[in-house]
């Protein structure tokens, strides 16, 4: 279980740390027309991306490791490191939605 923790947790870490650089990587952005694309603040897409990204991937690394060193089930892991990778995107998608667009 540990093992799975640890790659989902520097998948997400790394893969927040790349957004910043390239916003094609975020869902639904790269399918966008020029026009609507135009319209969005890419700099605070991006960083808000990145740091919910980055805090879901520390907060797995460390909840797993924490767990892992008190003997909890891994079953009771799982349940947790799934509850903090659905609570930070979910977090994620709520507040990249209310981007205001650019005038």
């Known amino acids: 279980m540990i093992y799975g923790s640890l790659i ?6 790394v893969t927040g740390i790349a957004v910043k650089n390239h916003p ?4 639904g952005y790269n399918t966008l027309p020029k ?3 135009d319209k969005i603040d890419v700099e605070k897409l991006t960083s808000i991306t990145r740091k919910y ?9 460390f909840s797993s490791l924490i767990l892992a060193l008190l ?3 891994q ?3 799982l349940y947790v490191v799934s509850g903090l ?4 995107v979910t977090t994620l998608i709520i507040l990249s939605n209310r ?3 650019k005038e």
Do not use: F, Y
Request: glycine share 8%; aromatic share 0%.
């Open 24 to 27: 094609d990587l975020i869902a």
């Open 35 to 37: 026009e609507k694309k």
């Open 85 to 88: 990778v659905i609570v930070g």
């Open 53 to 61: 990204l980055v805090l879901t991937g520390l907060s797995v690394l």
């Open 75 to 77: 079953q009771t892991q």
């Open 8 to 13: 989902t947790g520097i998948i997400l870490i």
């Open 71 to 73: 003997n909890i089930d």
């Open 99 to 101: 981007i205001p667009e």
